[in-house]
């Protein structure tokens, strides 16, 4: 077999992964939850400290492969996130667990930077390269297809912690083809790694995700809330001040002058952000609202991952006869759509209100997969793909990570109101009991809330609890549905194809004899 075909290869075990744990964990959630005695705001750190390290730490990891070559910094980045799984499987608590799910960040950041360099090298730029980013979709659309049937029949049959044991296999196995198969390759011309940049961005990241986790419970004009935000705005100018000024930034902003680079970013946020994030509390609401165990949840999410499986190749075949800006705009567009049919979600609703929307946000997202990773390595020279591969998988991981953050507090804070409007007059709408029964609603733990309620009063506190899950649930979902359209709009105004190389590159596949010592080298 050809070196491209293992290196495509090697790349899509490695993101199957990523994502497959991604889509696994959110399924596996109410059972952490049970076993760790785990809080609704420990819940979204299981999913945040993964996203924050990833996105904190891929620019630098792109820049890194780039000098130190990217087949080395790809299999460091399988052995982190190897290790740091079977962690995640022995955790003894939540914050051990999330710990742990930090560090698989690391891994996945090195992994994510890399993934895409490594099939731009192979791949030459136009119809070759869309074959192969098609395959790479496929392999995306895959994971999510089967990883909530993989994780719920995993988490039912042997536990939560089978969900990390299954990444030992995979990478133990993505590490020998890394090794044996794939070519080295680096950048003559990388730079040094800008840990000013590192810290600053960083820190903003994760104060503002702090901020807005924090901020149900502290009071959004609590000293110390304002306190996260004023702080982030601090750190954030402080980045972009060392940006603009360090001889070797890790976010090059002069690479934002061009309108399609600066499309490509916001759409992956966009769909990232919405989809993505809002996954965590769709499965909240079929296991925890509407009791379904967890491979009865990972069933219920088969037509929006196969949707997208199928959608996949589809867009990759497309990709050099139709417009980028129209298959960006026009996904995110469906993703909208669809997630706008999964809101208005009554009480007395099934979970076949989602399948239309399943449906037509899996055919949108499936499409766009593709074309973000076609056209984030297609705007900048073939030398800096590591450094591009990176900021566009940097927007993907912040847009969850805040995504996730932003709908908890509206999904809370929606929630109570609606509680407290409800019971209004009532003890159960004093102080913070309303936040404590969202949060109760939403982690399954509203047999115990209700316990501390005189009996008489049980039924209208479940009743209330239940429609402020809803409330916030719904809110979440339209909001989500914004998002993408607004991304839609920006893919449209923004990326042109005469800023996409698209015909097939000469100098793309120029004799390697230049690259192979450092190969045999390494």
């Known amino acids: ?105 690391v891994g996945g950041a090195v992994m994510f930077a890399v993934s895409l360099a490594l099939i731009g090298q192979e791949f030459r730029a136009g119809r070759e390269r869309g074959m192969a980013m098609g395959l790479y979709g496929a392999t995306i659309g895959l994971a999510v297809a089967i990883g909530p049937l993989v994780g719920g029949a995993l988490t039912d049959g042997l536990g939560w912690e089978s969900i990390f044991y299954l990444n030992l296999p995979i990478g133990l196995g993505a590490i020998a083809v890394t090794y044996l198969k794939l070519r080295e390759s680096r950048d003559p011309d990388a730079t040094r790694v800008d840990w000013a940049g590192v810290a600053t961005f960083s820190g903003a990241l994760f104060l503002l995700v702090l901020a807005l986790v924090r901020g149900n419970d502290e009071g959004w004009g609590s000293s110390m809330i304002v306190s996260l935000f004023a702080a982030t705005a601090a750190l954030l100018g402080a980045f972009i001040a060392i940006e603009r000024r360090v001889a070797e930034p890790m976010l090059p902003l002069g690479l934002f002058r061009r309108p399609a680079f600066t499309g490509v970013q916001l759409a992956a946020f966009a769909v990232s952000g919405s989809m993505f994030a809002l996954f965590l509390y769709l499965t909240l609401y079929l296991q925890s609202y509407l009791g379904y165990s967890p491979l009865e949840a990972g069933l219920r999410y088969l037509p929006i991952t196969l949707a997208s499986f199928i959608a996949a190749p589809i867009a990759g075949a497309l990709l050099s006869r139709v ?82 953050a932003v709908w908890g507090a509206v999904f809370v804070g929606r929630g109570a109101d609606k509680i407290a409007e409800l019971l209004a007059g009532t003890p159960a709408a004093a102080g913070d009991r309303p936040r404590e029964l969202i949060e109760a609603a939403s982690s399954g733990n509203l047999d115990q809330a209700l316990a501390a309620v005189p009996p008489p009063a049980r039924d209208a506190v479940s009743n209330a609890a239940g429609a402020g899950f809803l409330t916030g649930l719904n809110e979440v979902l339209t909001l989500g549905a914004l998002l993408c359209f607004a991304g839609a709009i920006l893919a449209l105004w923004l990326v042109r194809e005469g800023e996409i190389e698209r015909e097939p590159v000469e100098a793309a596949h120029e004799p390697e004899a230049a690259t192979l010592p450092e190969s045999a080298a390494a």
């Not at 399988?78 to 560090?103: K, Y």
């Not at 399943?358 to 949108?364: E, I, R, S």
């Not at 030398?383 to 927007?395: C, K, L, V, W, Y």
């Open 1 to 105: 077999m050809q070196r491209k075909w293992w290196t495509l290869t090697a790349v899509s075990v490695a993101t199957f992964m990523l994502l497959l744990d991604i889509t696994v964990v959110n399924v596996a959630l109410p059972s952490i939850r049970d076993d760790l005695g785990a809080s609704f705001t420990d819940l979204q750190w299981v999913i945040d400290a993964y996203a924050l390290t990833l996105a904190a730490l891929v620019l630098t990891a792109g820049s890194l492969a780039d000098r130190f070559g990217r087949r080395r910094l790809f299999a460091v980045g399988l052995a982190v996130f190897t290790a740091a799984s079977l962690l995640c499987a022995l955790a003894p608590d939540a914050t051990f667990l999330n710990l742990a799910r930090a560090l698989q960040g």
């Open 323 to 404: 417009a980028a800006r129209v298959m960006l705009s026009g996904g995110l567009g469906l993703a909208g759509i669809g997630l706008l049919l999964m809101s208005g979600i009554e009480a007395g609703s099934e979970w076949t209100t989602l399948l239309g929307g399943f449906l037509v946000a899996g055919v949108g997202v499936g499409l766009l997969n593709p074309v973000i990773g076609d056209v984030a390595l297609s705007v900048v020279p073939k030398e800096r793909s590591g450094m591009a591969a990176g900021i566009n998988d940097t927007f993907r991981q912040v847009g969850v990570a805040v995504g996730i």
